[in-house]
Structures are given as structure tokens and as C-alpha cells.
């Protein structure tokens, strides 16, 4: 009697030892299901894209501020705590970002929770640095949309790394958002193909070197790349006034969150209007709120591209 009575507790200890463990098992299952996974990002391309990948899948942020000009960029200490806490950070890398390695470094951060998109796409070399002995690459990468394209597809499989259990959410978001960057690609590629004019002028920087590599269109800038230079001499406009005319061009360009200035004075002068291409680096505050994406900014530089090559 004593001796069954004693195997009847055992029986009881196991079985509540096993009940322990499965539930256990099951609540750690289910909070790495629901762990609020967070992906910070730079400047609006890379934070777009990962938006547009994770959907409601992760929490996204960007540590440029709307409105922000994208190159003055300086991380707060709540800006580098959001880095050291995010389970993936995107970044763009190149010059303006320099500040980035610098914080990865010092704070130990695995490589496994970065992307660097840089080191994803075929690089260009800057057009004002041919005199310096080291190449500087163009960091504005994600203005061809092609490059888009292929960042999306990394931040995907990068994201499938980390979180497998939401590969599908993951791969169907971006499935459909490189589709509509495929459309827009082809929109660009009809454009220029159907265009009289393959020349674009901008009163303003130029970032936009790998759109203009992907379409085959040439161009003439106020200031090459995106130089700290914000106003123009008088032989600059007067360079930009002759390429205006000799191209007989209806549309002078200018950048995102720029002043108009420059193009104002050259489209003045030749009779032309000045309309904006966006390059995506930053979109205005009522925009970010709005939830405007790149491939909005895009569809509408399709609309812009065709009123400056006609
Ligand atoms: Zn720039």
C-alpha cells in the first residue's frame, strides 16, 4: 500500500515536470512568433524599402528626421541606442555615412544585424574625383530603379536570416513591390526610348548618376554629385543658360528639399519651367506622414521625365 502510494507521487512529479516543460516550450515559441522585431534605417530610400518588405511584419525607423537634409546628417545618443537595439539596421554606406562604421565598430555590433547597401549593388565612381588618387564611389545608389530592385531583394533575404517564421509575409510584400518598381523601370525605359531630347539640366546638385547610367541619358548640372556647394557663379548659370538653349529644353530641373534659386534664374532666362526630380533621399514631414513611398516619388518623376525630354 505505502509502496504504491509512493509510485502513484512519482507518476504525479513526472508527469507535472513534463506538463511544466511543454508549456514552457509553448510560451517561447509563441513570444518569438510576437517578438516586435525593429528595423532602423538611414536616409527615406532605405527606409522605404524596408518598409515595403516587412509591412506590418517588423516595426521600421529612420534615424533622418522628415524634412532633414540627408547629408548633415548627426546621429543623437538615442539615435545610436536604436542601432545597438535593432534586430537589422539599414544603411546606405559611402561618404555621407561615414559616421556609420565608426558606431558599429565601437559598439560591437554584428555584422549579421547590418546591411550595408553599398556593398549589394554595382558601384560608380563620382564624376568629381577623378583628380584625387583614391576613387570615391557615388553613394546614391537606390535613384536607378533597377538598384532598387536588388536592394529590396537583399533587405528580403537578409530579414528571412533573422526572422524566418515571417519569410512569406516577407517575400510576398516584396514580390509585389519590386513588381511595381518593374513597371516604373519600364515606364523610364519607354520614355527615353520614345523621347527627342536625351539630355536632362538641373539647377541644382546631381545625384542622380546611376539613373542616368541605367537609361543612357547625358546631363548638365549645376554642381556635381551632391556638393556642399549651394550657390552658383556666374559662369555656372552661364554654362547651365547654353546647354538649356543648345538643347532647346522646356524644363529645368531641381532636386528634393532644395531652394529653386538656381533653376529659377536659368528657366527664366530661356523661357523654361522649373520642375522637381526627386532623388528620394528625404521626403517633407506632411509627405512622411502621408506615407509617401519611393515608388510614389518615382511614378512621379516618370511624369517629370517625360515633360523634360520632349
Ligand atoms: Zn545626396
Redesign the pocket.
Given at each position: 500500500m505505502k509502496r504504491s502510494y509512493k509510485n502513484i507521487v512519482l507518476v504525479l512529479v513526472v508527469f507535472v515536470i513534463l506538463i511544466t516543460g511543454i508549456v514552457a516550450l509553448v510560451i517561447n515559441l509563441k513570444s518569438r512568433e510576437n517578438k516586435h522585431y525593429t528595423v532602423v534605417t538611414s536616409n527615406f530610400a532605405s527606409y522605404d524599402f524596408a518598409r515595403a518588405v516587412t509591412g506590418d511584419a517588423a516595426e521600421v525607423k529612420m534615424l533622418l528626421k522628415p524634412g532633414a537634409e540627408?547629408?548633415d546628417f548627426e546621429p543623437t545618443p538615442e539615435d545610436i541606442i536604436d542601432i545597438k537595439n535593432a534586430d537589422l539596421f539599414v544603411y546606405i554606406g559611402g561618404e555621407?555615412e561615414e559616421w556609420i562604421e565608426k558606431i558599429l565598430e565601437s559598439n560591437n555590433i554584428s555584422p549579421n544585424k547590418t546591411l550595408e547597401l553599398m556593398d549589394e549593388v554595382e558601384l560608380i565612381e563620382e564624376e568629381d574625383s577623378y583628380s584625387t588618387e583614391e576613387a570615391e564611389y557615388d553613394?546614391?545608389i537606390w535613384t536607378s530603379p533597377k538598384n532598387a530592385i536588388m536592394i529590396v531583394q537583399r533587405i528580403t533575404d537578409k530579414l528571412a536570416e533573422i526572422n524566418p517564421q515571417k519569410v512569406d509575409e516577407y517575400t510576398n510584400n516584396a514580390n509585389k513591390y519590386v513588381e511595381r518598381l518593374s513597371k516604373i523601370d519600364e515606364k523610364f525605359q519607354e520614355i527615353v526610348s520614345n523621347a527627342s531630347k536625351n539630355e536632362l539640366i538641373f539647377g541644382d546638385?546631381f545625384?542622380f548618376l546611376y539613373f542616368v547610367r541605367e537609361y543612357g541619358l547625358k546631363y548638365t548640372a549645376a554642381f556635381p554629385?551632391?556638393s556642399e556647394q549651394t550657390e552658383a557663379d556666374a559662369a555656372t548659370i552661364a554654362r547651365l543658360i547654353d546647354r538649356a538653349k543648345a538643347t532647346n529644353t522646356k524644363v529645368i530641373l531641381k532636386?528634393e528639399l532644395t531652394s529653386d534659386k538656381i533653376a529659377k534664374t536659368i528657366a527664366e532666362t530661356v523661357g523654361a519651367t522649373v520642375m522637381e526630380f526627386s532623388?528620394a533621399?528625404n521626403v517633407s514631414k506632411a509627405d512622411f506622414e502621408k506615407g509617401v513611398t519611393y515608388a510614389d516619388l518615382m511614378e512621379q518623376n516618370t511624369k517629370v521625365l517625360e515633360e523634360a525630354l520632349r
Open positions: 540627408a547629408h555621407s553613394e546614391h546638385r545625384p554629385g551632391c532636386i532623388a533621399h
